[in-house]
């Protein structure tokens, strides 16, 4: 290793020995945030990134895309329920198109796609069917575009053109529709679904698609349109009017004097009602047509005269040279008249879907130890009510309002205990905040502290005496030696009771007699040694220790 380099850690390794308990905590949390951090980093800068190769894929589809990933050795992840497949960045395009060679996904080859494919030698039956499946290929796209839809079916069901007006049927549609995971449509999209399938195909109304869920549950019949069971009908019905007439009499009594329970019972039959009605123009009857007919037989009571004779040959009267003339009343004399008049015709169809209102009850009862109750008019109440429910008697509507008293023990409870408990929220806050409050404090004071020690430590340059017990040759008297544990050397003056400083002993001559050493001598020879060893491992503080002890004497 070069001198200079081995020089660098030493120094290195001196000035971490050199750090307190606390400092070297620090130091020691510090590098391992960094090494976790740069582990982290490296992860993350190494981890690929991955993007969609396809969405919304059908189970069939998924599989085949995935086996082919497999035999190229692509790494992939499976989202949205195996919808979705990602693949790496890099790798989209080139299996994307791979994907295409190959035919995959079939399914999004179906719309108005599959007519590109249909020959010139293709019969009637093979076209309709073809656009058919185009239709109901395109409308599954369109419906499975919407929020909530994971996949969705059409099929059509559209009758053969006759001409006959009286036998053509409407053509109907049915749509299975599979959600997303925890994904619930809303009667407004069940509505989309329906008028989108219907304005698809011509002459299709909205009573004639069917739409059904994956849960197996009618969510639009035929017939009926997008409805859902009478139960759901009831019930949204009652919630919705409980709502509207609770509204109505908290603003008037006050919130909590008035509870109001509404049932109501939905017909579910369904059928055709047609009614036929005739009027007369106000203007009097307009004539289409008339007719009449007038028949006249003899003279009648006028007089007349004529030959009279038998029939000859060929039915021609053959007179007998006579004639008579009379003058009573033996003529005949028949008239008639025939008058069509015009009149108004209406005849009217009417479909009769499900989940009409067959009836309702609705129950008022008021608070009667609220003062607002004392002082109300319940005929006024019960009127508001009924307008607000639109009862109908005729149908067999009912209504009651009665006063009560209300039992509110439960809800003086219940308002005691939300009461503590937000007592006990806020003060658990309170508590929350001063903890973390103090937790911050401290951990700044704590910074504060250890910034201040380590700024101290770094500026401060602290000394230590080392007792080297050295004998002065020339006085007789024992001297310390200063040393400064950051390698300079005390220069402060000597406290009362030192001993003083003085030169370091000359070395003796190899010529001087041999002494026996005392106790003392060979403590001060050992520590003379150890001073020889500290020289040799570290010569710069040595230096430095040298240097502080000769400014140290010069003054003496």
Known sequence: MPVALKNVFARLGAYVRGFSAAQRTIAILVVAALVLGGIALASWLGKASYSPLFTGLAAADAASVTDQLQTDGVPYQLTDGGATILVPQGSVYSERLKAASNGLPSSNEGGYSLLDKMGVTSSEFQQDVTYK???EGELAKTIGAMDGVQTATVQLAIPEKT?????????TASVFIATKNGAELSTDQVQAIVHLTSAAVEGMQPTDVSVVDSKGQTLSAVGTGATGGGADQAADYDAATSKKIQDLLDTTLGAGNATVVVSATMNQNTGTRTSESYTTPTTGPVALNESSTTEQ????????SGATGVLGPDNIAVPNGTATTGTGDDGYTNESATKNNAVDHTTETTQIPAGSLQNQSVSVALNAKADTVKNANLQSINDLVSRAAGVDTARGD????AMMDFDTSAADKATKALEAQQK??????????????GIVVGS????????????RRSRKQEREAVDLGEFDAFSGETFQLPLAVDGAA?????????????ALPTIPHDDAPTEVLTTEEVTAERRRQDISALAER????TAELLRGLLDDRAPV
């Open 444 to 455: 700044l004071l704590a910074l504060i502290a250890i910034m201040v020690f380590v700024a």
């Open 538 to 541: 570290d010569p710069k503080r």
């Open 490 to 502: 005390d220069r402060s003056p000597l406290q009362a009771g030192d001993a003083p400083t003085v």
């Open 163 to 171: 001409v006959f007006v009286s036998e053509e049927k409407d053509p």
């Open 398 to 401: 009912k209504v009651a309002v």
């Open 133 to 135: 499946r185009a239709m």
């Open 297 to 304: 037989y003899g003279s009648g009571s006028g007089a007349s």
């Open 424 to 437: 006990a929220d806020q003060q658990e806050s309170l508590w929350s905040a001063i903890r973390t409050a």
